[in-house]
């Protein structure tokens, strides 16, 4: 059974911007709802990212700029918070992203996917770092939420190589695949295997994209230093719309 579900710690960056633009709102003397309404997002929505617990849009964050006459400070914030390399970067808020979306779509070309590992597959992956492994197993909480939480659409894509990648012993892979089997009756979770070899797009590294419940796509991108949260439409196109393949000349077949 996944462990309870733990609400992740807060960004310091997700803080710092909501604050800021609390401050301008109310120097402005306008209201949450004026937000609400100009953004079409909820009230409550608008509250989450003035208290650092939601991740804004660059849309978002354009039309509030503009309506508070803010001469585009809080855009330059959002920018900076965005930098790669600052002190604070945005993409620690990802296990929020992850937490909140309405849908997750998972690729993996070279490990199984960290909210489909066993306890003992994490740890092997993870060298031993217990503490690591713990904070992994805690985010699968969302594949079978408890209470009144509703269940997000979970796709997860696992190139056919990372099933024959033998991590630990025999025995921790045999447990792991027979958990992908137990997951994958699961209502809510989608699981694909894809095959083929060769050359195709999904070699450029493993991702995540996040659909929120107001729609906006948020994508976790992994890179050999450091992993990467984007939202930028640009960067968002050249990764897979839900529910398809992120490849040409592969196919995917379902795990029942």
Known sequence: MPPRRQRPR???????????????????????????????VSGP????????????TRAFVVAVDEYLEADGSLISLWEDLNKDGHPVPIWFDWPQVEADAAMLVCYEHSVIPGLAQTPTYALAILHGNQEAADARLQRQAILAPEGTT????????IDEQALHRAVGTPEIMKEQLEHLIAISRLPNV??????????HDGNMGAFVVATMEDRS??????????????????ELS??????????????ATDVA
């Open 10 to 40: 807060e960004s310091p960056a997700l803080v710092a911007f909501g604050r800021q633009m609390r401050r301008l709102r109310e120097a402005k003397d306008v209201k949450q709802e004026a937000i609400a309404h100009l953004t079409k």
């Open 45 to 56: 929505q608008v509250s989450r990212i003035e208290n650092g617990k939601k991740r804004a």
């Open 150 to 157: 509703v269940a997000p659409t979970i796709v997860l894509l």
């Open 190 to 199: 989608t699981l694909q295997v894809v095959l083929g070899s060769g050359e």
């Open 217 to 234: 796509e948020v994508a976790y991108v992994e890179t050999a230093i450091r992993g990467i949260t984007t939202d930028n439409p640009a």
């Open 238 to 251: 050249t990764l897979a719309h839900p529910g398809r393949p992120p490849f040409t000349g592969t196919h």
